[in-house]
């Protein structure tokens, strides 16, 4: 694979044939295509090393735990983190290009993320442009070590780039209800193991809380009918999330 631009692009995939190939594909420009397979059953692994990908398979535990691992790995300093159902577009490249040509006033960069249910492009409730730290310096960089939403930590000033990384979130409403109950569940855990107290009230309160800020005062209702679902299961994680934590508790507390 021709280095082109020094930086390395490091993917986290499981069982993603179906994506996998558009990924690296959307990043052969780079001087590094790593991808860190968590031991998928499909043809993952074998789709990457056909494309030229470099490959290294490590069981994912702890969501936070596991992207250290795979950044700490990469062959350059610069690090471009993407997910297999993600791609990056001609100008997110161009501005990659840019940054890196040059002397770099930054530690990390923000991209916008630009995502979809099918084939609906989300605009409002929040999720765009949804800027996420993607570009960095590993050296001044890691993931909070926790199961569900690691915190980004950059250790340093952070800069921002316009091109949008494609996000192909969910394949319909289905996935979407799926991925939403594997949130909430892990979500749950987090709270029992932070030894969290939660109450009925206050959990009520962030469900409807979610629900209005998303529908409301992030304008989903221009998303129409995919807009209000958006919104009621934002507000739907809050309360999953809640009746499987006082689910746990109560296990937890019985033995």
């Known amino acids: 694979m021709a280095a082109q631009i020094p930086i390395s692009v490091v993917i986290i995939a499981k069982n993603e044939e179906g994506h996998i190939a558009g990924c690296i594909e959307s990043a052969l420009w780079a001087g590094e295509v790593l991808v860190v397979d968590d031991f998928s059953a499909d043809s993952t692994v074998a789709v990457a090393k056909r494309l030229g990908a470099r490959v290294l398979q490590r069981r994912m535990d702890i969501e936070g735990t596991h992207r250290n691992w795979a950044y700490a790995h990469s062959s350059f300093d610069w690090v471009f983190s993407l997910d297999a159902d993600e791609r990056i577009t001609d100008e997110l490249r161009q501005d990659l290009e840019k940054t890196i040509s040059r002397e770099i006033e930054h ?129 739907l994680y809050q309360l999953l999330s809640y009746a499987k934590y006082r689910e746990l508790f109560k296990d937890t507390d019985t033995q």
């Not at 916008?112 to 409730?125: A, C, H, L, M, S």
């Not at 590993?138 to 926790?146: G, P």
């Not at 996935?175 to 932070?194: I, P």
């Open 107 to 235: 530690k990390g960069y923000t991209v916008p993320i630009k995502t979809y249910i099918g084939d609906y492009w989300i605009r409002y409730g929040g999720w765009y442009p949804g800027r996420k730290l993607r570009f960095f310096d590993k050296n001044f960089f890691q993931y909070e070590e926790v199961e569900v939403h690691p915190r980004a930590l950059l250790r340093g000033s952070c800069g921002h780039l316009d091109g949008d990384v494609i996000h192909y979130s969910y394949r319909g409403i289905a996935d979407f209800v799926t991925s939403l109950n594997a949130q909430t569940t892990l979500e749950a855990r987090k709270w029992v193991k932070d030894k969290r107290t939660i109450g009925v009230f206050s959990c009520l309160r962030k469900t409807c809380d979610r629900f209005l800020r998303t529908y409301i005062a992030k304008r989903g209702y221009k998303d129409g009918f995919v807009g209000f679902i958006v919104a009621v299961f934002g507000g």
